[in-house]
């Protein structure tokens, strides 16, 4: 069982800046996805951006330009860095993570308590 733990999230002024982090309790490289989902109150969680098999950026349209997401492998930690928030980015910031077991075929998902984040005028 993975446990991910998020942290930074806050009150943020449009056109200001954020950055979450999510430690993990073991080595990212052990997980084939790292990264972070978004969800509103009573919808569904949308993909972020996502670090896949530990060095493949992968960003939702939403994100590319004003996000970037990183990892500190030494420190087991991903952080998402966020610029130019607008209104509409305010959500819970989720991380999560995935793990295959190929030999069974299987796909394992974790996921952190998630962060609140609110950009306001």
């Known amino acids: 069982q993975v446990q991910l733990a998020e942290s930074g999230g806050g009150l943020v002024q449009i056109g200001g800046s954020l950055t979450l982090s999510c430690a993990a309790s073991?080595?990212?490289?052990?997980?084939?996805?790292i990264g972070w989902y978004r969800q509103a109150p009573g919808n569904q969680r949308e993909l972020v951006a996502r670090i896949i098999d530990g060095s493949e950026a992968d960003y939702a349209e939403s994100a590319k330009g004003r996000f970037t997401i990183s990892s500190d492998n030494a420190k087991n930690t991903v952080y998402l860095q966020m610029k130019s928030l607008k209104p509409e980015d305010t959500f819970v910031y989720l991380c999560?993570?995935?793990?295959?077991?190929?030999?069974?075929?299987?796909?394992?998902?974790?996921w952190g308590q998630g962060t609140q984040v609110t950009v306001v005028s």
């Open positions: 999560y993570a995935e793990r295959m077991d190929e030999e069974a075929g299987l796909k394992y998902m974790y």
């Open positions: 073991e080595s990212i490289f052990s997980l084939n996805v």
